[in-house]
């Protein structure tokens, strides 16, 4: 089975700040791999997935990630905070069959004005 | 539509008695996949169907949970003689396909056993 690291369960950052994310993934082949973002009593919003070609991706809200393979990592950025990002971001990786998804325990992100 | 619809939005339970959620996947999907977020941050895989067949239960408590996908009718999760730890959020998510896609979440049922 996967397992997904999300390093820093809370990260607070000052609205104009970079946000990063960090996620990493175990596995010897490459996964698929998802940002998800949670907000307050909602369900679960995809922000961006990696499956093949680019490394970087660009996903809504002016997120983006890149996928870089010799560090099994899938950092989640955003060059400028806004207040509306306040919310738990999950990282997710699929198996290339793509029946489970296996989630890290969140990050919570905390935008201070 | 183009959302996952999960009703209902919350749902509170005696211990011991039935409880049953709903989901409607979006039109053209053939997955549908169901998670039990227990904690906070804590996502369990319970089934998955391909159409209205099982395509991998191997999350599911099967003494208690039973899951169904018929056709022209919403996919339905029912747990008999609910416990306590039942108490969670269970999302709903469908997919056109297993590969590359993601999944699409509905908002989630909160089940509250007392």
């Known amino acids: 089975a996967q397992s997904v690291t999300q390093l820093g369960s809370h990260v607070s950052v000052s609205e104009g700040a970079l946000v990063l994310l960090r996620c990493n993934y175990s596995s010897s082949v490459p996964p698929y791999l998802f940002w998800y973002v949670q907000y307050p009593n909602q369900g679960l919003q995809l922000l961006l997935k990696y499956t093949t070609g680019a490394t970087l991706v660009k996903g809504i809200n002016g997120f983006e990630a890149e996928f870089k393979k010799s560090e099994t990592s899938f950092h989640l950025t955003k060059p400028s905070a806004h207040m509306s990002d306040a919310a738990e971001y999950f990282c997710a990786v699929s198996d290339r069959d793509g029946n489970q998804f296996y989630f890290g325990t969140g990050t919570s992100l905390t935008v201070i004005p | 539509g183009e959302e996952v619809a999960q009703t209902p939005k919350h749902l509170v339970r005696g211990e011991g008695q039935k409880a049953k959620l709903y989901c409607a996947p979006i039109?053209?999907?053939?997955?549908v996949f169901w998670y039990q977020q227990v904690l906070k941050n804590e996502f369990k895989f319970l089934i998955s169907f391909q159409n209205e067949n099982v395509f991998d239960e191997t999350g599911m408590p099967k003494e208690r949970f039973s899951a169904k996908c018929l056709p022209n009718s919403p996919c339905s999760l029912e747990i008999q003689a609910t416990k306590l730890e039942d108490s969670a959020v269970y999302f709903c998510?469908?997919?056109?396909?297993?590969?590359?896609?993601?999944?699409?979440f509905g908002s989630g049922t909160r089940l509250t056993v007392v």
């Open positions: 998510a469908s997919s056109q396909s297993l590969v590359s896609y993601g999944y699409t």
């Open positions: 039109k053209g999907h053939s997955y």
